[in-house]
């Protein structure tokens, strides 16, 4: 158990709808990252937050946003579902958001779009 | 621009064979971290090493080590005497930038056969 918790651990849409993928860090960690698991792009990063504010942004579509609360926890909004989200959403969390940190990952929160 | 690369897509080997998991880092980078994940049928993604840039040092942990070699821009990973619970999708990561958002290789998949 790496201390990192993804809710909900599946979920199952309609095309168009919208979605909310929880994470909670480690305890003491501070910089949360999301990444994207699908079979035709592999693992992507697509956002990271460090205490709050966003640190850096990759592979991330605008259809899709990011926050971090003061409690440290934070949600993925991934809206206008098409058939290509479905995929395995990860959250990792580390001390600070800088290299030299490992990250620790959730279990996944695996989104299907009907 | 940086590039990761993980040659080699699957490999099958029967119980108690050594297996090594090929990786390599092109960057312009001097300073860098390089990090090892694995991923087992169940989905997770566990953390198993990180090195930097300035360490060639290899290292052991149980039947577990790591090869770094700067000069060919390698990071290999070495099972000594597999397990069948060795069997998963081995990643290696380096860290993109200063924030340490991870770029994964494509991955290799590791059958461990009794």
């Known amino acids: 158990d790496s201390g990192v918790t993804q809710t909900p651990k599946h979920l199952i849409t309609a095309t168009g709808q919208r979605v909310t993928l929880r994470c909670s860090p480690r305890?003491?960690?501070?910089?949360v990252y999301w990444y994207q698991q699908s079979l035709d792009q592999g693992l992507q990063f697509l956002i990271q937050?460090?205490?709050?504010?966003?640190?850096a942004k990759g592979n991330i579509l605008e259809r899709f946003s990011a926050q971090q609360f003061p409690d440290l926890h934070s949600e993925l909004n991934l809206s206008s579902l098409e058939l290509g989200d479905s995929a395995l959403y990860f959250c990792?969390?580390?001390?600070?958001?800088?290299?030299?940190?490992?990250?620790?990952f959730g279990p996944g929160t695996r989104l299907t779009v009907t | 621009a940086q590039k990761v690369t993980q040659a080699q897509t699957e490999i099958s080997v029967v119980e108690k064979e050594d297996v090594t998991l090929d990786c390599v880092y092109e960057?312009?980078?001097?300073?860098?971290?390089l990090f090892w994940y694995k991923q087992p049928p169940s989905g997770e993604l566990v953390f198993l090493i990180r090195?930097?840039?300035?360490?060639?040092q290899n290292e052991i942990s149980g039947r577990y080590s790591w090869n770094f070699q700067k000069s060919t821009s390698s990071f290999n990973f070495t099972i000594t005497a597999s397990q069948v619970v060795d069997s998963a999708v081995y990643f290696c990561?380096?860290?993109?930038?200063?924030?340490?958002?991870?770029?994964f290789g494509k991955g290799t998949k590791l059958s461990v056969k009794p």
């Open positions: 937050y460090y205490n709050g504010e966003e640190r």
């Open positions: 990792a969390s580390s001390p600070r958001g800088v290299s030299s940190y490992e990250q620790y």
């Open positions: 990561a380096p860290t993109k930038g200063s924030q340490g958002n991870l770029i």
């Open positions: 090195r930097n840039s300035f360490d060639e």
């Open positions: 305890s003491g960690d501070l910089s």
């Open positions: 960057t312009r980078d001097t300073t860098y971290y």
